[in-house]
């Protein structure tokens, strides 16, 4: 009987089918392998992409060459510009601003590699470790509200070059599933004082049914209406609404669990396309004000930081492709149900 089930930070139902398909084996992708080729990303090709804005290089190496272990540049075809005004407008109905922002490329390695899950947890760290120093910089621009880092794996997931890579992008307005997730996240702290992430993750541990990593500072878990297979969440177990607050020991352990979850993945769904995206708060505590009039103000945590919002991290295999329905309801239908998902990757070989 399939089942429907409500997300409790956005409101939204989601169907979950478990009789249509539930074995990993049954979803059929092109597995992620090296096509080989030309790669601009490769060491020593670093004439071939825009200068680089950070790198962690070997001590007495010159930027834009070879030496470095991260490096990061910016987008060669960016969403969004990072020179010029908002230029806000109002015209009639409709308003609009212009395309300003920033679109950079974080190179995880300079060997080429297909999934991070080739680094060890130390290299990856410095990978997460570059997020955090990217988005520190750019919330300096009062220009801008909103940072997402983001990763493409496979074709199916967009991602145009296969050599493993992250990005990010800086927008100058909150953009809409954030504002949601605060909106939903403040409707629930303004009827029972607390975080609902913070809440989610205390159920999860202690039910355990959905959980694939219970470490101590991160949990890792199949969320309850999960909107497509094997889709999986990482959450800090302590409250924090930014990312780019990580602390150093976090970092670590960031890397050690992400990688962990990614290797189990691609384990049971044999090098699946897949997209992470880490949702944190917006850079100033007055934008997550997207929607005061009817809630109230958002609490604000003196030091800094919301109360009611926490950040994590979404990843979301491509196993499966979403049409008509889901387009035209907002309805996913999801054939594996996350306690069986969680089941398959507690169980996966390391
Ligand atoms: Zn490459
Ligand atoms: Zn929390
Ligand atoms: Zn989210």
Known sequence: MPELRRDPILGRWNIIAAERASRPSDFHHEPTTPRGGFCPFDEGHEDKTPPEVLAYREPGTQPD??????RVVSNKYP?????????????????????????????????????P???????????????????????????????????????????????????????????????????????FYNFRGRCIFCDIVRQEHEQGVRVVIDDPDF?????????FPFE????????????????????????AVLLDTLRRLEATLEAPPYNYIVHSAPF?????????????????????????????IEIIPRLTRVAGFEWGTGLYINPVPPETSAEYLREAVR
């Open 65 to 70: 060459t070879p030496g470095w272990r991260v």
């Open 79 to 115: 969403a969004l510009r990072i020179e010029g005004d908002l230029d806000k407008k109002g015209v009639g109905m409709y308003d609009r601003m212009q395309g300003i922002g920033a679109h950079e490329i974080i190179i995880e390695a300079p060997e080429h590699i297909v999934s």
């Open 117 to 187: 899950t080739s680094l060890s947890p130390e290299r990856f760290a410095d990978v997460i470790r570059a997020y955090k120093d990217r988005l520190n910089d750019l919330m300096g621009d009062p220009r801008f509200k909103f940072g997402i880092v983001f990763k493409n794996v496979g074709s199916a997931a967009g991602a145009s070059l296969e050599h493993s890579h992250s990005q990010l992008i800086v927008t100058p307005v909150v953009p809409n599933v954030i504002a949601r997730e605060l909106r939903g996240a403040l409707e």
């Open 219 to 227: 949990l890792v878990f199949e969320p309850f209406a999960s909107r």
């Open 232 to 255: 999986t969440w990482l959450i800090p177990t302590r409250h924090e609404s930014q990312f780019e607050r990580i602390t150093s020991h976090q970092i670590n352990r960031l890397a």
């Open 284 to 312: 100033r505590v007055q934008d997550a004000e997207v929607f005061r009039g009817a809630l109230g103000p958002p609490p604000i945590i003196e030091g800094g930081g919301l109360e009611h919002y926490h950040w994590h």
